[in-house]
């Protein structure tokens, strides 16, 4: 280290951090604590002393001859009350009462002593030596009129701004000390005594002032100085023979102690320097580990651990707050699009403006491209409204759009995340609703939400119990209407919720995750029946099983279903397996794979709903399928819609085209019928031949001969 840097270390000639500043405050307040205590003490004793010696006086009397021990007395008293009031009450916002009335006594008693003391010595003194001797009185004022203004208007600001005033009215208490050390300590010498008070008082300051090392150096010495100006003469007055050698020892011993003292304060002010950097550094550690946990790191606005505490707050606080639930639509191909760093820009974005538009209320993002508010429910729609012209201003090339659930709680005190769950759940309804972007959670929705966790927390339950049933509903051949199939649907008999269509189970299970809990259920059930039809004789057909995307995912799909066969020992010709065309969208390795295996083991593939989505046409260049199921979208309207004729007619043709048989769902009429078989659609499905129905229901139909088994294929 350079000279110059120690120098500039040491003395403390740089600027301390406010923390810095802060702490060494707050432990030099700490220590004047215990001084203005101990000077409480002595000038007690002191005073009480110097009564008890001289009986019988005036009240007068004695507080001339006590000035000193007041001055100082009273200096501690308002140092005792500051450093107290400033330690134990920062934050406060009230008045502390009794510091101004210790405040304004001090004032009163440091006027009247000055008064008096004008009064006994006016006609004694000349003026200059007069106002010298008010120098005391002066700094007792300073140190009163300094604490009245700290309690009146100081201590309720900002902490770090207390600090350099904390240190001014040290330094003045300091001073005051100082002072009477060095005027007993010069008046005992005088008297041949020896220079104790001045002692004192010096280390007394010194360890009261650890704060710059040169304010530190700067008082020291002028007390060492001023000091020695008064000793030296007295000792040079002397006729003692040994003067001349008590004079040079007792310089040298002067001298020493002044560096060890100096020496000492400058190492105490580094060592609680090296203290205030290392607790600062733990709390900065600390508050970024807890900024970590909270804050977005994305955005930097908060995130549900931030929020959740901030909600139940501000309810507590206020009513008619609501719960917004925000989400961007189509998010996913903006950043396809755009790439992820223009994403993150848009989200940021995203982030200001809701701060922006709902400045003051607890927001946060909960992943993704979610957002989350609690505001005030007046005039919350046009701030929405705001907000949602600002964000789609700012792009015009792909569609987005910014969806909103709300949900106003029944209760302030319930659990934010259950309140965002249900404004979640109200914007998911209206998802992919163009001319929707606004949803409140109402009591149909909380029905609905309710089955739907009913649905998530029972599927297990169900299956267990039984609940889960398999449907068949028939597939007949074009040509004869007898019977070459059927196909297995899933319904949910529920104790609680009764029957439940698969439009509103599959989703929500679809969803979570869960589907391939049910899908097993539905293939064990479909061998069980097919194996107890084949004991009992009787002749079965093939049952075309629904697998849903996930079921690859989630679980081995084609082993379960192989394994189910040897299980329950069923041919696999009887059962078809059947992928919706929506579910070959997402370029999968798994589904190619898995389809192949499928293929491999001998099961035929079948391509459900063909036509439903965008692109069904890539679907059949890429994958292999035995039997093409044409979507019932095309039936409707058909008696009137020459097109959807030709488009059927054309579709069949292709599936032939390329090696595929078809089979035409959602047939209703005999006419529709009529025209599948005409145009070469070999296999027909729909309410005309017969509503999905229970396992028991189609083997007595088949039993009665109103189902005629055709050819199996
Ligand atoms: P999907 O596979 O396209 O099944 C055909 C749906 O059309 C069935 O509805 C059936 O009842 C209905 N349907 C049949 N003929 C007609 C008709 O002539 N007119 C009309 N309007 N509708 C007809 P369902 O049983 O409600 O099933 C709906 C969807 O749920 C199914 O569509 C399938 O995607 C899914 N699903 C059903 N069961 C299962 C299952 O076990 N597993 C999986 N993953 N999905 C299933
Ligand atoms: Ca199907
Ligand atoms: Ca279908």
Redesign the pocket.
């Known amino acids: 280290m350079k000279p110059v840097q120690w120098i500039r270390r040491e003395l403390g000639l740089f600027r301390h951090t406010p923390f810095e500043r802060k702490y060494m405050n707050d432990t030099n307040i700490r220590t004047s604590i215990y001084m203005s205590v101990v000077i409480l003490a002595l000038e007690t004793w002191m005073m009480i002393r110097y009564v008890h010696e001289r009986p019988g006086r005036s009240f007068w009397e004695y507080l001339d001859g006590e000035t000193n021990y007041l001055i100082l007395f009273t200096s501690g008293l308002v140092v005792l009350s500051f450093a107290l009031s400033h330690l134990h009450n920062t934050n406060r916002n009230t008045l502390n009462k009794a510091g101004i009335f210790i405040a304004l006594l001090s004032i009163f008693i440091d006027i009247m002593i000055a008064v008096r003391y004008i009064y006994v010595n006016h006609s004694q003194q000349s003026l200059s030596s007069l106002l010298w001797s008010l120098k005391y009185m002066v700094l007792l004022l300073m140190l009163s009129v300094g604490y009245l203004v700290f309690e009146m208007f100081i201590s309720m600001k900002p902490e770090t701004r207390q600090a350099i005033y904390g240190q001014f009215l040290n330094v003045v208490f300091g001073l005051i000390c100082l002072g009477f050390g060095i005027e007993t300590s010069a008046y005992d010498v005088s008297r041949e005594r020896q220079i104790l008070c001045f002692v004192t008082m010096v280390i007394y300051v010194a360890c009261l002032l650890i704060w710059k090392p040169y304010v530190s150096l700067g008082i020291l010495s002028a007390s060492f100085l001023y000091f020695w100006g008064k000793w030296k003469p007295v000792m040079e007055a002397s006729d003692s023979p040994y003067a001349a050698k008590i004079l040079e020892a007792n310089w040298i011993n002067f001298l020493t102690f002044w560096i060890a003292l100096t020496m000492i304060s400058f190492s105490i002010y580094q060592q609680r320097l090296e203290e205030a950097r290392k607790e600062e550094s733990i709390i900065s550690a600390n508050e970024r580990l807890k900024k970590i946990a909270v804050i977005d790191d994305l955005t930097g606005i908060g995130n549900m651990h931030q929020f959740s505490p901030d909600a139940l707050e501000a309810l507590s606080k206020k009513d008619n707050l609501i719960y917004l639930f925000l989400n961007i639509e189509n998010f996913k191909n903006y950043n396809d699009q755009f790439g992820y760093q223009a994403g993150n820009d848009y989200l940021k974005e995203t982030a200001e403006a809701i701060c922006r538009y709902f400045p003051g209320d607890p927001v946060a993002r909960q992943g993704d491209d979610h957002f989350v508010v609690l505001t005030d429910i007046l005039g919350h729609r046009e701030r929405l409204d705001q907000l949602r012209h600002d964000l789609l201003s700012r792009n015009s090339e792909i569609y987005l759009d910014l969806k909103a659930g709300a949900y106003l709680p029944s209760e302030p005190d319930l659990d934010p995340h259950i309140a965002v769950d249900r404004a979640r759940y109200a914007a998911s309804l209206i998802k992919n609703h163009y001319d929707k972007t606004y949803k409140e959670y109402n009591d149909k929705v909380d029905q609905d939400f309710h089955r739907r966790q009913y649905i998530v927390n029972n599927i297990d339950n169900a299956v267990e119990k039984g609940y889960i049933k398999v449907?068949y509903?028939p597939v007949v051949w074009s040509h004869d209407h007898k019977l070459c199939g059927c196909?297995?649907?899933?319904r949910w008999d529920d104790p609680e919720f009764g029957f439940l269509?698969?439009?509103a189970f599959?989703p929500v299970l679809e969803e979570y995750r869960l589907?391939h809990k049910?899908?097993k259920c539905?293939f064990e059930t479909v061998c069980r029946d097919l194996r107890e039809s084949m004991d009992k004789g009787w002749t079965v057909v093939p049952v075309s099983?629904?697998?849903?995307r996930l079921?690859f995912e989630l679980m081995d799909a084609v082993s379960v279903l192989k394994e189910l066969t040897e299980k329950y020992n069923i041919p696999k010709h009887l059962l078809h397996v059947?992928i919706?065309e929506s579910a070959l969208t997402d370029d999968m390795g798994i589904l190619q794979e898995a389809m192949s295996k499928f293929h491999e083991d001998g099961f035929a593939i079948w391509l459900?709903?063909f036509g439903s989505g965008y692109s069904s046409l890539n679907v059949l260049k890429d994958y292999s399928f035995d039997v093409l199921?044409i979507d019932?979208k095309f039936l409707s309207n058909f008696e009137n819609n020459e097109k959807a004729k030709t488009i059927l007619k054309t579709i069949v043709e292709l599936a032939s085209g390329i090696g595929m048989r078809s089979l035409t769902?959602?047939?209703?009429t005999a006419e529709q019928a009529q025209f599948l078989k005409e145009v070469g659609c070999g296999r027909l499905?729909?309410?005309?031949f017969g509503?999905?129905m229970p396992h028991a229901d189609i083997a007595d139909k088949i039993g009665k001969g109103e189902y005629v088994i055709g050819e199996i294929l």
């Open positions: 449907f509903q196909e297995a649907l899933a269509s698969p439009g599959i589907i049910l899908d539905i099983l629904n697998f849903s079921d059947e919706t459900d709903d199921k019932m769902e959602g047939v209703e499905q729909g309410y005309y509503k999905p």
